[in-house]
């Protein structure tokens, strides 16, 4: 049979050398090279974890030491072994013993006078994937809330079925005014003002309908303080304690809806000079041009002046018809792109 090569690094707990030497034995059959520690009592054993602060895989704990046993060893083992997986090995079935040690946070519980070399190995196995499954979700969520808690947008995480609050940042609170204690009392239907409830409402429907993962509403929301703010929202799916929910990030875009009014009068007020230019200014100009043309048309002789004087007025009212033309062209077309 092929043994597993992989580096195991193991602390035995220990004071029996029988036992250590059959403990050697089963980890032998099935792991090709594992480094054992022994610690004869907790005392020792302390020294090793706080004092040296070596790090293992996994303790293989011996329940009777000669300066500790039972529930105590228990509890002082947890305290000092720094998240490392605690396995039970005792002579003693002692079944409530073993399921409140479960409780407390051992990792397993296994009875010397039944083990085997393969229910040993698959034990170590097992708590030490368990450990790093552990360790991941704790990282995972860490990250999460890094994210969440960092993030300088107000976002927060409600029930899907009952809309309740179930996590806000801070950035939500410092933005919208209520407690995180508030909120947590709360349903974000609470955040719209009544006449704009509908929105979010048909939102939902789309929301629970939908396979899409990424949904944006544009609204308002209502502040404590009663100020409206224009939102630009964004959501997610997630599980949050076995609780579908939705993770949403809402964006206060009032100054930008307010820059785009303003973008908006502006195209409407250049529209009105376009309008202007081509149908006020342009008249008494047409006016003037017709009437040049007519005195130039009735009077059959100019001196040489005065033809000189007429068409330089003429061609100047041409000229400035030509740009008056161009100007109204030009800001009838103007258009303002905004983010």
Same mark, same amino acid.
């Given at each position: 049979?092929? *043994?597993?090569?992989?580096? %195991?690094?193991?602390?035995?707990?220990?004071?029996?050398? =029988? /036992?250590? #030497?059959?403990?050697?034995?089963?980890?032998?059959?099935?792991?090709?090279?594992?480094?054992?520690?022994?610690?004869?009592?907790? *005392?020792?054993?302390?020294?090793?974890? #706080?004092?040296?602060?070596?790090?293992?895989?996994?303790?293989?704990?011996?329940?009777?030491?000669?300066?500790?046993?039972?529930?105590?060893?228990?509890?002082?083992?947890?305290?000092?072994?720094?998240?490392?997986?605690?396995?039970?090995?005792?002579? %003693?079935?002692?079944?409530?013993?073993?399921?409140?040690?479960?409780?407390? =946070?051992?990792?397993?519980?296994?009875?010397?006078?039944?083990?085997?070399?393969?229910?040993?190995?698959?034990?170590?196995?097992?708590?030490?994937?368990?450990? *790093?499954?552990?360790?991941?979700?704790?990282?995972?969520?860490?990250?999460?809330?890094?994210?969440?808690?960092?993030?300088?947008?107000?976002?927060?995480?409600?029930?899907?079925?009952?809309?309740?609050?179930?996590?806000?940042?801070?950035?939500?609170?410092?933005?919208?005014?209520?407690?995180?204690?508030?909120?947590?009392?709360?349903? #974000?239907?609470?955040?719209?003002?009544?006449?704009?409830?509908?929105?979010?409402?048909?939102?939902?429907?789309? #929301?629970?309908?939908? *396979?899409?993962?990424?949904?944006?509403?544009?609204?308002?929301?209502?502040?404590?303080? =009663?100020?409206?703010?224009?939102?630009?929202?964004?959501?997610?799916?997630?599980?949050?304690?076995?609780?579908?929910?939705?993770?949403?990030?809402?964006?206060?875009?009032?100054?930008?809806?307010?820059?785009?009014?303003?973008?908006?009068?502006?195209?409407?007020?250049?529209?009105?000079?376009?309008?202007?230019?081509?149908?006020?200014?342009?008249?008494?100009?047409?006016?003037?041009?017709?009437?040049?043309?007519?005195?130039? /048309?009735?009077?059959?002789?100019?001196?040489?002046?005065?033809?000189?004087?007429?068409?330089?007025?003429?061609?100047?009212?041409?000229?400035?018809?030509?740009?008056?033309?161009?100007?109204?062209?030009?800001?009838?077309?103007?258009?303002?792109?905004?983010?």
């Amino acid at each position: 049979m092929d *043994k597993d090569k992989r580096k %195991y690094n193991l602390l035995v707990i220990e004071d029996n050398p =029988g /036992d250590l #030497v059959l403990v050697e034995e089963y980890l032998d059959e099935h792991i090709l090279d594992p480094k054992i520690t022994n610690a004869e009592n907790f *005392k020792e054993a302390k020294d090793i974890l #706080v004092t040296r602060k070596q790090t293992f895989d996994v303790i293989l704990l011996d329940l009777s030491l000669p300066d500790k046993n039972g529930e105590e060893l228990v509890r002082e083992m947890l305290l000092i072994s720094a998240e490392i997986p605690i396995i039970i090995l005792t002579g %003693y079935t002692d079944m409530p013993f073993s399921v409140r040690s479960i409780q407390l =946070g051992i990792s397993d519980y296994l009875v010397k006078d039944i083990l085997s070399p393969l229910a040993l190995y698959q034990s170590i196995l097992h708590n030490i994937d368990r450990k *790093k499954f552990i360790t991941d979700l704790k990282q995972s969520k860490k990250r999460y809330n890094d994210l969440f808690q960092l993030s300088p947008q107000p976002m927060w995480v409600y029930d899907t079925e009952t809309l309740k609050f179930l996590d806000v940042n801070e950035s939500a609170v410092n933005e919208y005014g209520y407690s995180l204690e508030e909120f947590l009392e709360m349903t #974000v239907t609470e955040l719209f003002p009544k006449e704009k409830l509908h929105i979010l409402l048909e939102h939902l429907k789309k #929301v629970q309908g939908s *396979k899409d993962s990424y949904r944006s509403l544009f609204g308002q929301h209502q502040l404590k303080n =009663g100020k409206i703010i224009d939102v630009e929202v964004h959501s997610k799916p997630l599980m949050l304690d076995d609780k579908k929910s939705q993770v949403v990030l809402a964006n206060n875009v009032t100054e930008r809806t307010l820059y785009i009014k303003a973008i908006e009068d502006q195209n409407e007020k250049l529209q009105e000079i376009a309008w202007i230019q081509s149908h006020i200014v342009r008249a008494p100009l047409a006016r003037l041009m017709g009437l040049m043309n007519l005195i130039k /048309d009735d009077i059959p002789s100019f001196t040489e002046d005065q033809s000189f004087y007429l068409n330089e007025i003429l061609n100047s009212a041409n000229e400035l018809d030509s740009i008056i033309k161009e100007i109204s062209l030009q800001a009838s077309e103007v258009k303002i792109e905004n983010d």
